[in-house]
């Protein structure tokens, strides 16, 4: 007879706002360390298999970072296209 062990992760206060909250980061790292597959913990919690491999492969919850803007030809005149 197999015994499931229950794995209680420490829960780190983020900095920011993150893509996915850090209860779900958790989540998904409890679930797995308890060995149940990444598509049945997708199906679970309705995420994409890709986002819980992604999110297993960081080893803590990960913040919001927006790409940096880059240099085009309009850069110069964007405050007056927009208002």
């Known amino acids: 007879m197999r015994q499931n ?5 420490p829960i780190l206060s983020s ?3 993150e893509m996915v909250k850090g209860n779900i980061w958790h989540e ?3 679930r797995f360390k308890l ?3 990444k598509k049945s ?5 309705n995420l ?3 986002t819980v491999r992604k999110i297993l492969s960081q080893p803590k919850p990960q ?13 110069d005149h ?3 296209i927009r208002t």
């Open 5 to 9: 062990q229950l794995y209680l992760l």
């Open 41 to 45: 913990i997708a199906r679970n919690l």
């Open 28 to 30: 998904i790292h409890s």
């Open 48 to 50: 994409d298999v890709r």
């Open 15 to 17: 900095g920011g706002s």
């Open 78 to 80: 964007e405050d007056f």
């Open 63 to 75: 913040k919001y970072q927006r790409r940096e803007k880059k240099e085009t030809l309009l850069t």
């Open 35 to 37: 060995n149940e597959s």
